[in-house]
RNA sequence: GCUCGUGUAGUGUAGUUCGGUCCAUCAUGACGGACUCUCGAUCCGUCGACCCGGGUUCAAAUCCCGGCACGAGCACCA
């Protein structure tokens, strides 16, 4: 029984059915997993706090909630979650940069838009029904004082008061009769819960601080795992896709639906993603290093904000196969950027045009029959991009200092070779396999200046380049160096801007 | 401490629900080659992985038990 095993199972299927035993090479499964339980429709939503401009980070919520909405002709709820006036304070320019980084990435608008902050009046009307109906209660611990009770599962003297004393109390609340710190709304879920996070979750903190969409309104605010349960129940959000880092969030936010006798959207997470070569970033010390003038501002090319990205040219499609391809498992991830280099690279090279640029020049004299000009293409494999005319009346040639040999192919000109400290011109047909270069005439130098990142500095290189109407805002390819993006482009000033190889 | 989650090639993934079609997919990377008037593009090839230990089974990446590693939550941030 025991011998050849799998082999003996083999044999007897094969006896069955002979074509059921070939090897099938295994596929991989393309693209997203798509959603479950999408029967009644599908409402996504994406809800950054308004502290700052979209990042890398956050593009894969947009692309990501994105990608299934069009999958399953869903709507897409864009919400500034704007309920933190000290710890997160929102800036004001924000929602506005942040509608553009998401037209920007998706190529068009959310199909819904709110901020939290001008919703306070339905949030209210819960918090009071909250208390009323005894779910949730006025608690004046410190929060020390409360982490002891969480810890050890007794209740806090509070957790008992009557519903009228609740409510009396949170009208001082409101009206502003209590300072911050003072006292908090608490869902009442179970002190004795296993996970201690679930305990008598906090819903209401105050605040007092002047909200710049609402100003001086409001004195409390909801905290996250109230105000986004509320809104998810309105706004008929159907799925949830969100970091597993909250995870808990998901079962504080269904103990409150019990409550109120909803059904919670369905949840998915994804891991933490880190890129090597690049720290940590968060919104806020990306904001401390633009107030004290370490960065230029939100679109500096060390930052990985959309804004800068989009600046320095990366195309919005790059980061959307980068994310989807990536999809959503909920391991931590560290990736490199050269990954999406490599995307980006393939979709901005077909369209990049080729230009030489030199960063360190060194001049040399060709004798010889010197052709008085030269065509260049600007793109190997796509003519439709036309030429490059150069003069070449002078005999002069620009080159890379470290392609400074005895023998050597100007791209697309000329093979050259040192006759006693003379280049001379042997062919312009190659001729054989030396070493091409990229070169530019002398009559036709430019200056220029590439900027590029270079550990924490941004450095400004003196570079020279070919004279060539280029367009601001056009990304090239530098001949044999990667790819950049036209800054300026004028007499008075040109300058590059590295993207990367 | 309590709670939750995750471990597949250098990196990122597919497969794990329902064990066999998996001597494990694809991309990127590295290496080699072809082609090309860029170190670009294109094409071909090679390399390289199921966290560990038990168990169940004819058969385990997949199921069970036990470890280990990493991450997260327990904020009056989101």
């Known amino acids: 029984m025991n011998e050849n095993g799998a082999d003996h199972v083999r044999r007897e299927i094969e006896n069955i059915d002979p074509s059921a035993v070939n090897r099938v090479r295994q596929e991989k499964n393309a693209g997203l997993k798509p959603l479950e339980n999408t029967e009644g429709g599908v409402v996504l939503r994406f809800a950054p706090n308004p502290n700052g401009p979209l990042s890398l980070g956050h593009s894969r919520g947009v692309v990501i909630n994105k990608h299934y909405v069009e999958n399953h002709d869903g709507k897409i709820v864009l919400r500034f979650d704007d309920t933190d006036t000290v710890v997160k ?10 509608i553009e980084d998401f037209e920007w990435l998706t190529g068009s608008k959310p199909d819904i838009s709110i901020k939290a902050s001008e919703r306070m009046p339905i949030y209210l009307k819960y918090a009071e029904k909250l208390l009323s109906e005894g779910y949730g209660y006025v608690c004046e611990c ?3 004082e409360f982490k002891k009770h969480r810890m050890s599962m007794v209740p806090c003297p509070h957790r008992n008061r009557p519903v ?14 209590k300072e911050p710190g003072d006292a908090i709304i608490r869902v009442k879920t179970d002190m004795t819960l296993p996970n201690p996070a679930l305990r008598d979750w906090p819903a209401w903190r105050i605040q007092k601080n002047i909200h710049p969409v609402v100003g001086d309104l409001y004195n409390v605010w909801p905290l996250l795992d109230f105000q986004s349960a509320i809104e998810d129940h309105e706004q008929g959000v ?40 690049q720290g940590s970033f968060s919104t806020s010390t990306m904001r401390e290093g633009i107030d004290s003038g370490v960065y230029d501002g ?22 959307k196969s980068f994310w989807t391809e990536m999809g959503i498992t909920q391991k931590d991830v560290a990736i490199s950027l050269d990954s999406l280099n490599a995307v980006n690279s393939a979709k901005i090279d077909p369209t990049s045009r080729r230009i030489s640029v030199i960063m360190d020049p060194v001049e040399i004299d060709i004798t010889g029959d010197v052709p008085e000009k030269a065509v260049l293409p600007f793109h190997p494999d796509n003519q439709s991009l036309g030429n490059r005319h150069h003069s070449t009346k002078t005999g002069r040639v620009v080159i890379e200092r470290v392609d400074l ?25 190659k001729s054989d ?10 009559d036709s130098i430019k200056d220029c200046t590439l900027v590029m990142p270079d550990g924490v500095d941004l450095v400004r290189k003196g570079c020279v380049v070919e004279d060539t109407e280029l367009f601001v805002g056009e990304v090239i390819q530098m001949e044999r160096n990667g790819f950049a993006k036209v800054m300026e482009w004028s007499d008075d000033s040109r300058v590059l801007h590295w993207l990367h190889r």
């Not at 949170?170 to 502003?176: A, D």
């Not at 939100?298 to 980061?319: E, F, V």
């Open 433 to 442: 396999d030396r070493k091409i270069i990229n070169w530019i005439s002398a």
């Open 142 to 144: 410190s929060s020390d």
């Open 238 to 277: 159907t799925h949830i896709i969100r970091g597993k880092d909250l995870m808990d969030s998901t079962r504080k936010q269904i103990l409150l639906y019990d409550h109120f006798g909803w059904t919670y959207p369905e949840t998915l997470y994804w891991g933490r993603v880190s890129i090597h070569d």
């Open 89 to 98: 304070p929102p800036l004001v320019e924000a929602y506005d940069w942040i």
């Open 164 to 177: 009228e004393e609740n409510l009396k109390l949170w009208s001082i609340m409101l009206n502003g009769g």
């Open 298 to 319: 939100w679109d500096d090319p060390r930052l990985p904000t959309l804004m800068s990205m989009r600046k320095r040219g990366y195309h919005p499609n790059a980061i």
């Open 405 to 429: 040999e005895d023998e050597i192919r100007l791209k697309d000109f000329a093979d050259i070779s040192n006759v006693e400290n003379n280049y001379q011109i042997i062919s312009t047909k």
